[in-house]
Antibody, heavy 120, light 107 residues
Framework: QVQLVESGGGVVQPGGSLRLSCAGS????????LHWVRQAPGKGLEWVASIRFDGNTKHYADSVKGRFSISRDNSRNTLNLQMSSLRAEDTAIYYC??????????????WGNGTTVTVS | DIQLTQSPSFLSASVGDRVTITCRASQGFITYLAWYQQKPGKAPKLLIYAASTLQSGVPSRFSGSGSGTEFTLTISRLQPEDFATYYC?????????FGGGTKVEIK
């Protein structure tokens, strides 16, 4: 079945770095746009970053621009999020998400279970 | 940036009730508007995309409508498993944005 599994979350001090990974299976990974979406404790959903199917186009939320970097390895069906200069407000569950679209975002149709990042 | 305002932010309803949630965009003509359901401790689940298209496997009691800047999610007859938080999202323009959420609780 279509599946996304995140890893790499943990506790990190302010100013530190962390790398999240997401392994995709059960679908043509290299075909689709992928996203990271986060949810702070008790809060709503916040889009973090997106990467097009070929990795050539990336977008970031202003709140993480210059600190986070999204990348993908289509040969390994893996999505990554390199996070640096972490702040307390980055504390959240981070979800890896598949888009229905390839070149343009349509909707987020498959979500991983999330990995928790705590900055403290 | 396109802001999405959901209303109400909280509603209390009974099993069998008809429930309507509204999502208003601050600007633009939104084509790619999606609705998600999230239960406590779980990842969100896609219900509706392109404003009115039901995602495969989602019960037909869920429906979406609207265009431009005003959209609604309707649950025709609320079931016990529908008590959750619902979010709208626009995917027309970056930054992608979500509404603040509507929590549906049992009356």
């Amino acid at each position: 079945q279509v599946q996304l599994v995140e890893s790499g979350g943990g506790v990190v001090q302010p100013g530190g770095s962390l790398r999240l990974s997401c392994a995709g299976s059960g679908f043509a990974f290299r075909t689709y746009i992928l996203h990271w979406v986060r949810q702070a404790p008790g809060k709503g959903l916040e889009w973090v970053a997106s990467i097009r199917f070929d990795g050539n186009t990336k977008h970031y939320a202003d709140s993480v621009k210059g600190r986070f970097s999204i990348s993908r390895d289509n040969s390994r069906n893996t999505l990554n999020l390199q996070m640096s200069s972490l702040r307390a407000e980055d504390t959240a569950i981070y979800y890896c998400v598949k888009d229905q679209g390839t070149k343009y975002s349509l909707c987020m149709d498959v979500w991983g279970n999330g990995t928790t990042v705590t900055v403290s | 940036d396109i802001q999405l305002t959901q209303s109400p932010s909280f509603l209390s309803a009974s099993v069998g009730d008809r429930v309507t949630i509204t999502c208003r965009a601050s600007q633009g003509f939104i084509t790619y508007l999606a609705w998600y359901q999230q239960k406590p401790g779980k990842a969100p689940k896609l219900l509706i995309y392109a404003a009115s298209t039901l995602q495969s496997g989602v019960p037909s009691r869920f429906s979406g409508s609207g265009s431009g800047t005003e959209f609604t999610l309707t649950i025709s007859r609320l079931q016990p498993e529908d008590f959750a938080t619902y979010y709208c999202q626009q995917l027309n323009n970056f930054p992608l944005t979500f509404g603040g959420g509507t929590k549906v609780e049992i009356k």
